[in-house]
């Protein structure tokens, strides 16, 4: 027997290596609809042991080795499954290689397909330095033919730039990934007087997110500020750059690593940044990465944790409406330590951030958008 009224329309938001529990698919995508009171929710992605269902959503194993190729072969016909099972109505794909199946199978479950477009997947190729040329013109044309399927009645585009890069997927609804909570009371903030300032980097960590440069900075401000500390915490996909952290930060005893090539808990990320006087958002000035608006700047804006960026008009101008952060150049060590001077210099938050960077804003447009399909 269902745990769902026979009445509610069955949605399947589906992906292979996210977490069942990621925070764009089941704290923002799945909950936004379930709160709604319509739709029958149920996500297959990433777990490592058999999911329990939370109450109104049944979760759905994609893949459980994070690096097995054949368990990434297998998770394609573990979707296809879940597809019968399930008989959705709402077929979300939050990534590209289940765009196939999804399209083959729209005609005869008669469901509606909307594709979440997390990020722009043949300009990423560029950020991997791993990567031959043959590689990339491999990976490139199977994320051109995945991307390409007919049928796909929805793009939802994260990033706003999207629309630019990838004309071609239309109709869109931008939907940003902005912070799922409620803005946190903070006072304008000052940390000149510390000597021990927490630095934190979370999220992906990867050469092409300037973490190395960042690395170098730290250090050079360990001269004039030697009880400062630096957390690194997040997924770390590639075991060569894996390997290079561990090893230099075994030289560094402020320095510290929680990194994993796994996918690590929104929470845990959530949890270092909040003890952090300065999250730093070292990435390097990529054509896939500029026009970007990272999630952590939503997320250090609405908990109020002071920023150190790298210089990008878009997010500078975004910060100085309330005075989140600053730039800085984290490449140039030379200047590190008056880069620091300056930043400690500042009133942090001197206004309240608007309410524009919160999911809230975003939610509505989401949810009649689906309304829009069933129509």
């Not at 500390?229 to 290079?244: A, D, N, Q, R």
């Not at 730039?327 to 300056?342: C, E, K, P, Y």
């Amino acid at each position: 027997m269902s745990q769902f009224p026979a009445q509610k329309i069955p949605v399947l938001i589906a992906s292979t290596l996210k977490p069942i529990r990621d925070v764009r698919a089941f704290e923002k995508l799945a909950l936004s609809l379930g709160e709604t009171n319509t739709y029958e929710l149920n996500i297959i992605g990433f777990s490592p042991k058999k999911p329990k269902s939370a109450p109104g959503i049944r979760f759905f194993s994609s893949m459980s080795h994070f690096d097995s190729r054949i368990d990434r072969l297998l998770a394609q016909g573990r979707f296809l499954k879940c597809l019968f099972q399930v008989r959705p109505k709402i077929l979300i794909c939050c990534t590209y290689e289940l765009l196939p199946i999804a399209s083959f199978f729209k005609s005869i479950l008669g469901y509606k397909l909307v594709y979440d477009v997390q990020e722009n997947y043949r300009a990423n190729l560029n950020l991997n330095a791993e990567l031959s040329n043959k590689e990339k013109e491999r990976a490139t044309n199977l994320i051109r033919k995945a991307e390409a399927v007919s049928g796909i009645d929805l793009f939802l585009h994260a990033e706003k730039c999207y629309a630019q890069e990838m004309p071609e997927k239309k109709p869109y609804v931008i939907l940003e990934n902005r912070f799922q909570g409620e803005l946190l009371k903070t006072k304008p903030k000052r940390i000149e007087k510390k000597t021990k300032i927490r630095f934190c980097i979370s999220g992906t960590i990867t050469p092409a997110f300037g973490i190395w440069d960042a690395i170098c900075w730290f250090q050079e401000t360990l001269k004039i500020y030697p009880e400062s500390e630096l957390l690194i915490i997040g997924h770390c996909p590639l075991e060569s750059f894996w390997v290079k952290l561990t090893q230099v930060a075994k030289n560094n005893p402020q320095l510290f690593l929680h990194i994993d090539r796994k996918p690590m808990a929104h929470e845990e990320l959530m949890g270092a940044l909040k003890n952090a006087d300065f999250a730093l958002l070292p990435y390097q000035a990529h054509p896939a990465i500029i026009a970007k608006m990272p999630t952590k700047l939503f997320e250090c804006a609405a908990l109020g944790i002071p920023m150190l960026i790298s210089p990008n008009p878009i997010w500078e101008k975004f910060l100085a409406e309330f005075g989140g952060g600053c730039s800085v150049n984290f490449s140039d060590i030379s200047q590190a330590v008056a880069q620091l001077a300056h930043a400690l210099a500042q009133t942090y938050f001197i206004s309240k951030p608007p309410e524009s960077i919160l999911w809230e804003t975003e939610k509505l447009h989401y949810q009649q958008a689906i309304r829009n399909l069933l129509s």
